[in-house]
C-alpha cells in the first residue's frame, strides 16, 4: 500500500554531496502507519546497513560511519525525507534504499516495514 519513491542518486567526486529524497505515498491509513523513515545502503558482498532514520516525533539516527557528514530530516505534511549527504567518500558508494517502519517497531535492516526500489550512489575518488 505504501510506495516509497526515492530520489537524488548519481555520481560525484570525493568530498562532493548529494542529496536523497524518499517520499511516501498510499492511503492516509497507511501513510499514518509509518512511523520512521530513513535510509539504507548496500554493496556487494555486504550486508544492507542502515545509514540513518528519523521518526516522525524527529529522533535520529546515523551510523557511525556517516555521522558528521550526513543530515537526515522529514517533512511529515509531505511525508518526505531528505538525506544530505556531504564530504561523500568512496566507501559511500552503494544503492541506497529508502525504507519505513511501523509504530512499535524497533528501527533496524531487519524490520522494516517497506523498502523503496534503491538509488544508486557513486563516489568516485
Known amino acids: 500500500q505504501v510506495q516509497l519513491l526515492e530520489s537524488g542518486g548519481g555520481l560525484v567526486q570525493a568530498g562532493g554531496s548529494l542529496t536523497l529524497s524518499c517520499n511516501a505515498s498510499?492511503?492516509?491509513?497507511?501513510?499514518?502507519?509509518?512511523?520512521?523513515m530513513g535510509w539504507s545502503r548496500q554493496t556487494p558482498g555486504e550486508q544492507r546497513e542502515l545509514v540513518a532514520s528519523?521518526?516522525?516525533?524527529?529522533?535520529?539516527s546515523y551510523a557511525d560511519s556517516v555521522k558528521g557528514r550526513f543530515t537526515i530530516s522529514r517533512d511529515n505534511a509531505k511525508n518526505t525525507v531528505i538525506m544530505q549527504m556531504n564530504d561523500l567518500k568512496p566507501e559511500d558508494t552503494a544503492v541506497y534504499y529508502c525504507?519505513?517502519?511501523?509504530?512499535?517497531?524497533?528501527?533496524?535492516?531487519?524490520?522494516?516495514?517497506?523498502w523503496g526500489q534503491g538509488t544508486q550512489v557513486t563516489v568516485s575518488s
Open positions: 498510499g492511503s492516509i491509513f497507511s501513510i499514518a502507519s509509518i512511523n520512521a
Open positions: 525504507a519505513s517502519w511501523s509504530p512499535r517497531t524497533a528501527v533496524g535492516v531487519t524490520t522494516v516495514r517497506y
Open positions: 528519523i521518526t516522525r516525533g524527529g529522533s535520529m
